[in-house]
């Protein structure tokens, strides 16, 4: 009974490294949503995907982000040439297609903390 | 203006009471969903209840019921019996339907969170 996986739970990276994040969506879900949690904050959307598909990327930064969702395995948020003020948390959520004005409830996993030094 | 306001940022209840988190919205839609969920302090979220802007009850989830008060905005979440493990931050968040997904999928909104403490 797999929940919404996240890997790696901590990340540390120096300036000007590139990080990737992984989440592999729970069972039977097709949607995946990331979104950041800076300190004393709460979540911040930054992208929804689909399979192969990016449907809403308005929260992401123009610059550095990326996500993709491939076919098979994981959805991947890559951040280059990281900085300090990338330091947060990173959540993944998934959620099964539903009828628009259905109960469609995100599952979150447990979050990447990431921190640049 | 935030689409989604906690006032609280922290509260105290004492164990086995009844506790009040509040949360207040804005939004023009008519047809919208309300979510509350829970992070301990061990980091992961964990959902807890929702509420759809047409569901004529307040939902209830064991201990957890939402406190819908359409007119005025308000999702208040209400913890009855508190015990220790619930003690955590708590956010609340509105959906937003994406126009052009067309099939039921959306980006949540969060509010900043009240941290609650359950002392013994």
């Known amino acids: 009974n797999a929940g919404v996986m996240q890997n790696p739970r901590h990340l540390v990276r120096r300036r000007g490294q590139e990080a990737r994040l992984r989440c592999s969506p729970m069972?039977?879900?097709?949607?995946v949503y990331w979104y950041r949690q800076l300190p004393e904050e709460g979540l911040k959307f930054m992208v929804y995907?689909?399979?192969?598909?990016?449907?809403?990327e308005s929260g992401m930064p123009k610059e550095r982000f990326s996500a993709e969702f491939p076919k098979e395995g994981p959805s991947i948020l890559r951040i280059q040439q990281v900085v300090r003020g990338d330091s947060a948390a990173y959540f993944c959520a998934s959620s099964k297609p539903g009828h628009r004005l259905a109960k469609n409830i995100q599952y979150f996993g447990a979050g990447t903390r990431l921190s640049v030094l | 203006a935030q689409k989604i306001t906690q006032t609280q940022p922290g509260m105290f209840v004492q164990e086995k009471e009844a506790v009040t988190l509040d949360c207040t919205y804005d939004?023009?839609?008519?047809?919208?969903?309300l979510f509350w969920y829970k992070q301990p302090s061990s980091g992961e979220m964990i959902f807890l209840i929702y509420q759809g802007s047409y569901d004529e009850q307040n939902a209830t989830e064991g201990r957890y019921s939402l406190n819908f008060q359409k007119a005025r905005k308000s999702a208040n979440l209400v913890i009855s019996a508190s015990q220790l493990g619930d003690s955590a931050m708590y956010f609340c968040a509105m959906r937003e339907v994406l126009s052009y997904s067309g099939a039921g999928s959306y980006q949540l909104t969060f509010g900043k969170g009240t941290k609650l403490s359950v002392i013994p």
């Open positions: 995907l689909q399979k192969e598909n990016i449907i809403d």
């Open positions: 939004t023009s839609d008519q047809s919208y969903g």
């Open positions: 069972k039977g879900h097709s949607h």
